[in-house]
């Protein structure tokens, strides 16, 4: 069965620090997509890609958040610099779009704590 | 504000009971989607029900919309404690690609 890899699985680091989190979309999937999660927000999109390029990243703090798709089998979501407010569990999701209604597939996500 | 409100937040019930969540929202879809989501893990997608069909089924599940009242349910028949988790229900509401996530429902399932 294809999935959704995304590593690492837990993030521990204090405020101030860069983190990177990394996704390995499903193959063939054309759209990749990253979420953040957290109890009072829910489920939160932050920015989506098309065939590498991106889309939307309106729902990311640009200041400080940046998102890279450097080639088809890898996307990156960064925090530079990361702040507590920040920790969550950070979703990649990959779908293919444009050949009608199709789900979207999750990764297993990135539980991030910025102390 | 959310798209999409799934109604009751939390559900407590014995194993064999059917368990009944529902999902509202706010503007015009084509689509819209439940996913369930286990404890630690990722969401999985579990039916899609376009706007022109009433009702659709899969296994135990069987879900209906009502794009007149703008809601949709969710039914799981003869629950098992396998069953526990979130369920969320999600809309196409800004555009093909995307999808907007409720808050979802926290199902539990007492053997």
């Known amino acids: 069965d294809a999935r959704v890899t995304q590593t690492p699985r837990h993030k521990v680091t204090e405020m101030g620090q860069e983190v990177t989190m990394r996704c390995q979309p499903i193959?063939?999937?054309?759209?990749v997509f990253w979420y953040r999660q957290t109890m009072m927000q829910g489920l939160e999109l932050l920015a989506y890609?098309?065939?590498?390029?991106?889309?939307?990243d309106s729902g990311m703090p640009k200041d400080r958040f940046s998102a890279e798709m450097p080639d088809a089998t890898l996307a990156t979501l960064k925090i530079q610099p990361s702040e507590p407010r920040d920790s969550a569990v950070y979703f990649c999701?990959?779908?293919?779009?444009?050949?009608?209604?199709?789900?979207?597939?999750f990764g297993d996500g990135t539980r991030l704590s910025i102390l | 504000s959310q798209q999409g409100e799934e109604d009751p937040q939390a559900l407590s019930i014995q194993e064999g009971e059917n368990a009944t969540m529902n999902c509202s929202y706010k503007?015009?879809?084509?689509?819209l989607q439940w996913y369930r989501q286990n404890s630690g893990r990722g969401l999985v997608h579990l039916i899609l029900?376009?706007?022109?069909?009433r009702e659709k089924h899969s296994g135990r599940l069987r879900v209906t919309l009502d794009t007149s009242k703008k809601s949709s349910s969710l039914l799981i028949t003869a629950s098992r404690a396998a069953d526990t988790a979130s369920y969320f229900c999600?809309?196409?509401?800004?555009?093909?690609?995307?999808?907007?996530f409720g808050k979802g429902t926290m199902l539990l399932v007492s053997p």
């Open positions: 193959l063939g999937h054309n759209t």
């Open positions: 503007t015009s879809i084509n689509n």
């Open positions: 029900i376009r706007s022109n069909e």
């Open positions: 999701a990959s779908g293919l779009v444009g050949t009608g209604h199709q789900p979207q597939h």
């Open positions: 999600a809309t196409d509401d800004k555009g093909y690609s995307t999808l907007t």
């Open positions: 890609f098309r065939n590498r390029a991106p889309l939307d």
